[in-house]
């Protein structure tokens, strides 16, 4: 453990909101992509962090898009919330690898209502469970809690696995990542935020599509990643299920997607052709417009979701 993050541990009472410390435990690059700005441990299960609602990044704030009424930002700083946490609390090395195996979460009614100077999320963590193995943290469950505001935002669950660099690199020995590079399906729209092909029925009540790997890409790239970082596939999801309302004509910008539920099962390989399929689910009168969508890879699904759309009013 380097000593910074010992300081953070050893003084727990107090925040730690020093940014190369920040940047360094939630692993990123850019100064742009760290939406994390305090992490405070209240109790051994119990955490409360602080981030900023960015106005200029280059995703969460690409044109319609705002990160007040954005679940994956929210799903974002949460998640870099959780590796800080594991790292400064929980005793989790630096070189430690996470992998995202579960997520869900929900938005409220409120985020319609959120002033655009709205600028911090509180962010409450609370460890549900957290496995070990010979002493070391190996799996952890979580609950997050999101205000802005004092309007309660957000709420989600996620769970993922910690393996060492020598685990890991085993798991990842046949990966077909280190035979060929990465690169667009053919036809792909230019580099962009964009990152599914133009969605098409490919049969009854199902929309289906591509994925769209830019490793250049500066946010779901920020670090070296020899798989499709879950971020990535989630905002696939997204988009897919946000489209799939659009053309059946609803505007993009009076629209959000409201709650999700996505498991992953195995990992995506960037430099192989990865298939999204989507159908219409009812869940229920006045939920909006859901959508159960599957991943699918070399004949296998990789992961699935649900999600529901919603609409302000």
Known sequence: MSPSIERAVID???PACNPELIRTLVH???????????????????????????????????????????????????????????????????DEVFIFERSEASLTEAIWRLPSSADTVDIEITIRDAVRRKGAVSRVIADHSMTVGGEHVFRGTGQWTVQSP???????????????????????????NRVIMPLSA??????????????THPFFFDHACDHVPGMLLLEGFAQVALGACAS?????GEMAVMAYEADFSQFVECNLPALLKARPIDAGPGAGLSFEIVLEQRNA????????VGFPG
């Open 248 to 252: 059946s004509g609803a505007v993009p």
């Open 166 to 192: 020598a685990i890991f690199k085993r798991v990842r020995r046949g990966s077909t990542e280190a035979i060929a590079p990465a690169s667009p399906p053919a036809g792909a729209p230019p580099a962009s």
């Open 28 to 94: 990123k690059r850019f100064p742009e992509n760290v939406l994390l700005t305090g992490i405070r441990a209240c109790a051994a299960d119990h955490f409360m962090c602080t981030g900023r609602l960015p106005a200029a990044h280059s995703l969460f704030n690409d044109t319609g898009r705002t990160p007040r009424q954005d679940i994956l930002f929210y799903t974002e700083v949460g998640r870099q919330a959780s590796l800080a946490v594991t790292h400064a609390f929980l005793n989790v090395g630096l």
């Open 202 to 215: 490919s049969g009854p009540g199902v929309l289906s599509t591509s994925l769209v790997v830019d490793t």
């Open 301 to 308: 699904v990789a992961g699935s979701a649900r999600l529901r």
């Open 12 to 14: 727990a009472a107090r």
